[in-house]
T-cell receptor
């Protein structure tokens, strides 16, 4: 299995809703990432998990809450989002082995989120 | 993180080679040069990376200037499926932070 699987593919949520995005990989990767991508812009890094621990939070608002329950699974919990949070949310993974060059990130196809 | 500069867009004819340039004048000795591409409606895809020497793989070639202040991604025969945004990224050897710049939109004409 050489894929990163993201569900759902599309999500529409109201500003008072709570929803979660899910990301799964079975490549034995130990680093996982969340990116946000607005239309016609490059992906922006949000969070990095290394060995199931949060290692980087790029000053993301607390209405986005990541979780890494195990080495294969990454969730992004959403609560009280704003319309400007509408974007494509991408998950990625990489080998993430400590002390070794880590060059190939594998990205999922993303969840297209619309906040109404 | 050191910055890269790429042209906003480029156009190529199908089945001709494409040379995508990237300037990185502030590159440091431990920065690797990575290239990713993003096809429409997909997540980014790893293409190639290098440090000092030129590199080849099944997708592309990477030519790195001797002073490492610039590099060029070479697609040997462009196809319509190569139309994408190409990102040149500098990355520390053991860092796990991949930061995207604006990229180059490659259009391929048939």
């Amino acid at each position: 299995d050489t894929e990163v699987t993201q569900t759902p593919k599309h999500l529409v949520m109201g500003m008072t809703n709570k929803k979660s995005l899910k990301c799964e990989q079975h490549m034995g990767h130990r680093a996982m990432y969340w990116y946000k991508q607005k239309a016609k812009k490059p992906p922006e890094l949000m969070f990095v998990y290394s060995y199931e621990k949060l290692s980087i939070n790029e000053s993301v608002p607390s209405r986005f809450s990541p979780e890494c329950p195990n080495s294969s699974l990454l969730n992004l919990h959403l609560h009280a989002l704003q319309p400007e949070d509408s974007a494509l949310y991408l998950c990625a993974s990489s080998l993430g082995l400590r002390g070794r060059l880590d060059y190939g990130y594998t990205f999922g196809s993303g969840t297209r989120l619309t906040v109404v | 993180d050191a910055k890269t500069t790429q042209p906003n867009s480029m156009e190529s004819n199908e089945e001709e080679p494409v040379h995508l340039p990237c300037n990185h004048s502030t590159i440091s000795g431990t920065d690797y040069i990575h290239w990713y591409r993003q096809l429409p409606s997909q997540g980014p895809e790893y293409v190639i990376h290098g440090l000092t020497s030129n590199v080849n793989n099944r997708m592309a070639s990477l030519a790195i200037a001797e002073d490492r202040k610039s590099s060029t991604l070479i697609l040997h025969r462009a196809t319509l499926r190569d139309a994408a945004v190409y990102y040149c990224i500098l990355r520390k050897e053991y860092g796990n932070k991949l930061v995207f710049g604006a990229g180059t939109i490659l259009r391929v004409k048939s």
